[in-house]
């Protein structure tokens, strides 16, 4: 089956233009990771809107692009630079976990000796504040599942602590299943697996 004439010209636009808008990212990108993302984003615009780049003058309009996607590109990331900064500077006022050493490392050992999805609804659940229905929501599955998948993990670790000498004392503390534990769980961060 023949391609359409829109692609055999896109593709002529692209072998003719991808060095230069490529080195045009390049020199302007301090990581070439991020000069790829800027070319391949220009021949996506390219490839939408190839019905308005003028013949004759494909270089000329993909340079426009580049220079917008690039303004684009650079203005994300000093959006993810401040948040970053901004997250750095609230957790470094955070308080530390007030656990003893070794009950810390016992809640970190108990943890992760439970299954990837045990730990995901745990932390969902009682680091991240969601309801079961809020996680529901966020995975799309029903709230009943969520559940059930919330007891059974807090059974499993009620197990592991005592496994490892804790006396738990987890217990729902609000009405959507949240959950409290007479040695708090420690921060998501901490702990290899966290």
């Known amino acids: 089956m023949p391609k359409p ?12 233009n991808l060095s230069a808008i490529l080195g045009y990212a390049v020199r302007r990108c ?5 000069a790829a993302d800027v070319a391949a984003e ?9 019905d308005e780049v ?6 000329l309009w993909l340079f426009g692009i580049a220079r917008r996607v690039l303004a684009n ?37 108990a943890m992760n000796q439970l299954s ?3 730990r995901e609804v745990l932390r ?30 807090r059974n499993r670790l009620r197990e592991s602590l005592r496994d490892h000498g804790v006396e738990p ?7 959507g299943g949240h959950v409290s534990a007479g040695a708090p769980l420690p921060s998501p961060t901490s702990g290899a697996d966290q």
């Open 5 to 16: 004439a829109n692609h055999d010209r896109f593709d002529r636009v692209y072998a003719a």
């Open 30 to 34: 301090a990581d070439p990771a991020d």
């Open 42 to 50: 220009v021949f996506l615009v390219a490839w939408r809107r190839l």
């Open 54 to 59: 003028p013949a004759g003058e494909e270089r």
């Open 73 to 109: 590109h650079q203005r994300g990331r000093l959006r993810r630079n401040r948040l970053a900064d901004r997250l750095r500077s609230e957790l470094a006022t955070q308080p530390r976990s007030t656990l003893h050493d070794d009950t810390h490392t016992a809640v970190i050992e």
């Open 116 to 118: 990837p999805r045990d």
């Open 124 to 153: 969902l659940a009682a680091w991240d504040g969601l309801t079961p229905a809020e996680i529901a929501t966020l995975e799309n599955v029903p709230a009943a599942t969520i559940r059930s998948q919330l007891m059974r993990a």
């Open 169 to 175: 004392a987890l217990q729902r503390s609000a009405p």
